[in-house]
């Protein structure tokens, strides 16, 4: 069980202090020297230029926060053991849909699901935990449906007022119910569509800090495709994929009517996977992912000594770097992409990646193994990753186990597990 003392409030986070400015040296964009140091120099007319700015602030810790970011957790272990890769996967399956539902009009069974769990922090806590489920089915050649639930339990926690004194136990969960639709246009080319629905419960309804918090409900939807083709090699004919997916783009969210709606964790995704027969028995498959979140990057505001932020005659914040990120959600996906406060570095380093590979005996035993990088100021998860596979007749067990590289996990040192069950090759039998 976990006490949390409900009088403490997330705020924004304000990196940058600096002495109080007039709106006369604001407007020439001209900052005191101790900018991204938070040093004091007492001359105030030590002065730092936009480029060695922008190139400080680029080395600075600025993560990007999102609602519900349980949505991005590798639901199934077969991707995970190869680096989280998984939008241009061959032998697609019941977990494509999540990857890119476009993929599952080339899947070679005609029926499945899948079933995965993984602990959560199980170095600190036991009940905390993720779940998952999907499942599909293939309408002739050319069409298929799939639909996934995903579960996010964060275990009994035990919230305390003020003082100390306890004020009630809850269990915070969140899920997604998801629904989508594959439709190939030719032997090579497919797009899919997924509608997601999205509860997020972190507080059990109460009150805290004298502000009333309640479930948060959100819609989503996908929008993805996938090409393949073969390259000739020889005397044989190796297999080549490319997919696209684009991932959440649907409302903010807010747990309280007081509290600003904040942005999902609108994710592109792009990958390609090649794979090679080495005879008969033996294939061999490369994977490689890209990942850039769809949100506006946390600009830096000018502050003031006594650590609130300067605002201009109308109320608004002054902005010291970057872009205002109060704006729609389509207009936030494409700012998203030139608005780092730390210019073309902090951009390149928003961009997370991820590879990996698996070797296939007789399409029943498979090794995996994999990388996924994510720059140390954008949240620093890099690690590898191995795993492995067993196909039984309609049976196929896939494992994974993770080894970070820099830091901490929450899936370290554990296994986790997924399940798929090929229910047409069933119904056959």
């Known amino acids: 069980m976990r006490i949390i003392n409900t009088s403490i409030r997330m705020l924004d986070f304000k990196p940058i202090f600096l002495p109080k400015l007039t709106m006369n040296s604001l407007g020439k964009y001209i900052v005191l020297s101790a900018v991204a140091l938070g040093a004091w120099v007492p001359n105030s007319n030590a002065q730092i230029g936009t480029k060695e700015l922008t190139g400080k602030l680029a080395n600075e810790l600025n993560a990007i926060t999102t609602m519900v970011p349980f949505l991005t957790i590798t639901p199934d272990s077969r991707s995970a053991a190869m680096g989280d890769v998984g939008v241009a996967l061959f032998r697609p399956d019941a977990n494509s849909v999540s990857w890119n539902m476009s993929n599952l009009v080339f899947a070679n069974q005609s029926t499945g699901f899948s079933l995965s769990y993984a602990p959560w922090l199980r170095q600190i806590v ?28 964060l275990g009994n926690i035990q919230f305390t007022d003020i003082d100390g004194n306890a004020t009630g136990n809850f269990n915070p969960n969140e899920f997604s119910l998801d629904g989508g639709v594959a439709i190939k246009l030719n032997k090579n080319f497919a797009w899919g569509v997924n509608l997601r629905f999205i509860y997020s419960n972190l507080t059990g309804n109460r009150a805290i800090g004298g502000i009333d918090y309640k479930a948060a409900l959100g819609g989503a939807g996908d929008i993805n495709f996938t090409y393949k083709t073969e390259i000739k090699n020889g005397n044989k004919y190796d297999k080549l994929k490319a997919g696209i997916n684009i991932q959440n783009i649907g409302s903010k969210m807010t747990y309280s009517s007081r509290e600003k709606l904040d942005f999902l964790p609108t994710n592109l995704k792009l990958g390609v996977g090649y794979t090679t027969d080495i005879d ?18 946390r600009p830096y505001y000018v502050q003031k000594w006594d650590g609130g932020d300067s605002v201009s005659s109308t109320g608004e914040r002054i902005l010291l770097a970057g872009r205002d990120p109060n704006v729609n959600v389509v207009q936030g996906m494409v700012q998203s992409f030139n608005d780092a406060p730390g210019g073309l570095k902090e951009e390149l380093n928003e961009y997370m990646l991820s590879g990996g590979m698996e070797y296939t005996y007789n399409d029943q035993f498979t090794i995996r193994g994999g990388v996924f990088y994510e720059a140390r100021e954008k949240g620093g998860r890099q690690y590898g990753t191995l795993g492995f596979g067993i196909k039984y007749q309609t049976i196929t067990i896939d494992a994974a186990y993770l080894v970070p590289f820099i830091r901490r996990h929450p899936l370290q040192n554990q296994m986790r597990f997924s399940f798929l069950f090929d229910l047409g090759a069933l119904s056959d039998k």
Not at 130 to 153: E, H, P, T
């Open 126 to 153: 036991d009940d905390v935990g993720f779940s998952y489920l999907s499942g599909y089915s293939k309408m002739g050649d050319n069409v298929a449906i799939g639909g996934s639930f995903r579960y996010f339990s």
């Open 280 to 297: 008969e028995y033996n294939k061999i498959s490369i994977y490689a992912d890209i990942n850039k979140l769809l949100v506006p990057t």
